[in-house]
């Protein structure tokens, strides 16, 4: 098992442009987290799935984003029309249980032209 | 609201000198506290959590539930400790959303 995979590593694209992230977690753990960092920061909650059900969502997650996870395996993230702002390195972690502590992807890094 | 402080963005300590790395939170509940590391070049990964009450590569770190604190400590610096460092607070609330502090990049030198 080589972990919490993402994909892809970097993306650049224009302001206004739809991006789409993928993450495949450890197998078996059936909890997924996205979350945001930008310079200087900790990692900010984003969303998380138990199995295939979206269970929680920030405030902070504009109408712009949304989360799947079809199957309760791998997950996508969109962002749909995107804005400077966006600029971010985004993670997905997975965790056997709630309580558990999270196994981190390398991350995706979103540049915004 | 329930947050995370990790008050130094940077702390420098000589190799063998003792360090502290300071973490206080805010949340009524029931915390569960963490600490994540991030050495250069790699990913995020768990270095200790509260619940276990263990020593990890030296790291130890006791919740103060008095002062809200979750402090990281360790006796005696090494230079393979230079890294970025996490505190996140886990909130049980039937969901496991976590929260993380700022970091602190702690650099040990020779």
């Known amino acids: 098992d080589t972990g919490v995979s993402q994909d892809p590593r970097h993306k650049i694209t224009k302001r206004g442009q739809n991006v789409t992230f993928r993450c495949d977690p450890i197998?078996?753990?059936?909890?997924l987290y996205w979350y945001r960092q930008t310079l200087g920061q900790g990692p900010e909650f984003l969303t998380y799935f138990q199995n295939e059900a979206q269970l929680e969502k920030s405030r902070l997650l504009s109408d712009r984003f949304s989360a799947e996870r079809p199957k309760g395996s791998f997950s996508t993230l969109e962002i749909q029309r995107t804005e400077q702002g966006d600029s971010a390195m985004y993670l997905c972690?997975?965790?056997?249980?709630?309580?558990?502590?999270?196994?981190f992807g390398d991350g995706t890094r979103l540049s915004i032209l | 609201a329930q947050r995370v402080t990790q008050p130094e963005k940077l702390l420098s300590v000589f190799k063998g000198a003792p360090v502290e790395l300071k973490c206080n939170y805010s949340y009524s509940g029931s915390p569960e506290l963490f600490w994540y590391v991030q050495y250069s070049r790699q990913r995020l990964q768990l270095l200790l959590r509260h619940i276990s009450r263990e020593s990890i590569k030296g790291f130890t770190a006791d919740l103060n539930k008095g002062e809200t604190s979750f402090h990281l400590k360790k006796p005696f610096a090494q230079e393979e400790d230079s890294a970025m460092y996490y505190c996140?607070?886990?909130?049980?609330?039937?969901?496991?959303?976590?929260?993380f502090g700022a970091g602190t990049r702690l650099f040990v030198k020779a």
């Open positions: 972690a997975s965790s056997r249980d709630g309580s558990g502590p999270q196994h």
């Open positions: 197998s078996e753990h059936n909890r």
């Open positions: 996140a607070l886990s909130l049980n609330t039937g969901g496991f959303k976590t929260i």
